[in-house]
Each structure stands twice: as C-alpha cells, then as structure tokens.
C-alpha cells in the first residue's frame, strides 16, 4: 500500500503541469527580508510575475491583486539550505535509492549530481513544508578527495529541480581527505595539487596522458574550478589547513574558494575575513569529534561573523546537512546563545541571514534567492510566528510565485493516526 501510495504521488509529480506565477499580495505581517536587518511590523509583501516588487511599509497594493492577510503572521524569503544531500537519497540503509556518494566509481571530479536528483524524494517534500525553497547540493568524496560538482536547486513541486547545475566542485582535506588520499594529510594535499596541475594543463592544451594524475574527465572537470567559473567547496576544520586552503590562492589566483566546516574558523577569523573566503559551518560545534577539532566552540560562527566572515549554516551531516527542515532552529539557537555569559551567538537578522541570503550569496545568487528585495524571485513563506521558534510552522509557501503543497509522507501519517479510529490502519490490516 505504502509503495503504491508512494508510486502515485511520484507519477502525479511527473505529470503535473506546470503552474503559473500567482501575483499577490501579503499584508499586516510581520516581516523579515533575510538581508540582516530586524523584522518590520505590520508590513507588506508584494510578488507580481513570480518576482518580489517592494516589501516593508507604505507598499501600494495594485488594484486586482490578491491580498492575503497576514495578521498574526510572519513573511520571510524561503530558507536556503546549504551543503545538503536532498533530492540524492529516499532511505539511506538502501543502497538502490542512495545516491549521496560513488564509492566504487572510477571518477572524482566528474561526477555531476544532476542526472540523479529526484524531485519526488519525500526528503524535498518535508524539506519543502519546513519552509526551504533552495538549496545547494552536493556528492559526497569517497573514492577520490573530489565530490564532484554539486548543484543549486529548487524545491517546486516539478519534475525539474535545477536552478543552476555544475555550480561547484566538492573537495575533501583535512582528516576526512586524508584518510581518502592515503592516510596523511601529506598525501591529500599532493593529491589537490596534483590535480589543479593537470587542470592546468587541459585548459593550456598541454595535458601530458602518460604524466597526468587525473583521467581525462576529472581534468577536464577542473578546468572551471581553476578559472573561478566554478566554486571549490573545500571541506576542512583545523586552523593550520584553512591557513593552507586559504595559501592556494598564491598559486591559483582565481579559485573561488567557500570552507566548509571551519570548525576551528574562529581561531583564524581574521585571515578568512582578509581573504575574503566564505564559510559553511555546523551551528552548534560545541565539543570536538576529532583531533581537527580540538578548539571547536559553540561561539564559532558569532566569533567569524564578528571578525568579518561571511557565514552560513550548513553541514555535511546530521542536523542541516541531512536534515535541512532543522536550519531554522539552529538559527534560533544562535540567537539565544547571545544570551549567554562569555558566549558570541548571533543577532535576529544575523541569524536569519545565514539561513537566507548569505547562503544565496555563496551559490552565486545575490539578490535573486534568499531576500524580498525587489527583483528576487517570488520565493515567500508565511509562518504562523516567529521561525526562528521551534514551535512555529510554515503555512503557505511560494516557490518562483507559485504556491507549493505542503503534504508529504510525513503529514499523511500523522493525519492517519491522530485518531485511534481503526477504519484509518492500512490495507494491510484489514484481513
């Protein structure tokens, strides 16, 4: 019954027409515009042609546009997740319907997650009613230091899912590379070089076969990474391999670089913030996991954006990396470590900002994603408080204009039981 249930609502994705951009407007609600700042009272938004026209106060409603009443409400731009495995994966234990990683493949660099981003993954779904709209996603390294090249999506419900493919290269140093290049980060660091030499060459026309490290199509996949047209996500935590990432520009002058993790970031800040490199980090690292994260801290992200950094949330694992619907608490919980004693949390808008627009700003998509600036994409959510709040809830989403469903497995099987009504059990039941 389940796999009927679920073959359904994937063929209904399928074939579902495209919707039309809804023009509207949201009035007498509590506004965020995910550039920063603190939310404005008793505001408006207004999206016509599936863009964002004005938000805040004194915004004139159009005659014969749809006014929605926002009273009680909040209005925000959709999250934008960052550095998450959705649409790749429906149960991670099965092998068949996991495609977070290519432990066995031939290839590194190369490999693309577009082909196999499924937009009917309930993890979109969900993701989707928790109020993400985009997100970045990547494949995981595990054969080669190389992910692969990640792409920025949407969370429509249609069959395409791609805002920008081939967006940026994935790379592992640190502990997590090292084990893969051989076991030190010695190895790891020659592999890295090795590679951009051979990038190097592709784009000269000089690629010598027999001296190349790469087969040809990891090399040529660099070619990008090297010319700064593709961002190279590097994953790395302790302080002495972000000063050495950070170091690669004296070579590679162009690289367009965004750390990722950065869990010892606060001790380096200044240097990140001078070199003018991004950061996706975990919220809340408060304990350290591994010996290049020995001086992890739960202030880490306030102590970066204090110093200058650019800083969204994201991991590879665990709370946002898997689970984006959990962005917007951790984001709240940065707010309320502003509250305690010796600690660096973040402000409201700050907080909101590393779940919206500066994440949008990593993927390349300043002013289009992440923010109700005029001009952005009609990408709105309406909460019933404030969302940074774990007990507040979207409850109309707007993806490019359009208004997206908000059921999923999830909300199914919590409307099947919240009675005892045995006429609810499954089919399965009924012998």
Known sequence: MIRKTLLGA?????????????????????????????????????????????????????????????????????????????????????????????????????????????????????????????????????????????????????????????????????????????????????????????????????????????????????????SGKQALYVVVDRASDIRQVLGLTATYPRLDLVLVGAAEGWLVANEIAAAGVPVITDPLDDLPVSFEQLAATQSNVGRMVDAGVKVAIGTLDGGTGSQPRNAAQFAGNLVALQNVPRASGLTWGEAFAAITSVPAQIAGFDGSFGTLSPGATGDVVMWDGDPLEVTSAPVRVFIDGIEQPLVNHQTRLRDRYRDLDESDLPKAYDW
């Open 10 to 226: 994937a063929a209904a994705l399928a074939f579902a027409a495209p919707a039309a951009a809804q023009d509207f407007a949201i009035i007498n609600a509590t506004v965020a515009t995910g550039d920063g700042s603190e939310p404005i009272e008793n505001a408006t938004v207004l999206v016509r042609g599936g863009k964002v026209v004005a938000a805040g106060t004194g915004v004139t409603v159009p005659a014969g546009v749809e006014t929605i009443d926002g009273s009680g409400r909040w209005v925000t731009p959709g999250i934008v997740a960052s550095a998450t495995t959705l649409g790749l994966w429906d149960v991670g234990a099965v092998s068949q319907s996991n495609d977070q990683a290519a432990g066995d493949s031939d290839f590194g660099a190369a490999l693309d997650v577009v082909p196999a981003l499924n937009p009917a993954s309930q993890h979109v779904a969900v993701s989707r009613a928790s109020g993400v709209t985009r997100a970045t996603v990547y494949s995981r390294p595990s054969e080669s230091i190389f992910g692969g090249q990640g792409a920025v999506v949407d969370l429509g419900a249609d069959a395409n899912m791609v805002s920008k493919p081939r967006a940026f290269q994935m790379v592992a140093l640190g502990e997590y590379g090292a084990r893969i290049a051989g076991g030190s980060r010695t190895a790891s660091f020659v592999e890295l070089a090795a590679a951009l030499r051979d990038a190097r060459e592709v784009a000269a026309g000089q690629r010598d076969a027999e001296d190349s490290r790469l087969n040809r199509q990891d090399a040529e996949a660099l070619v990008d990474v090297l």
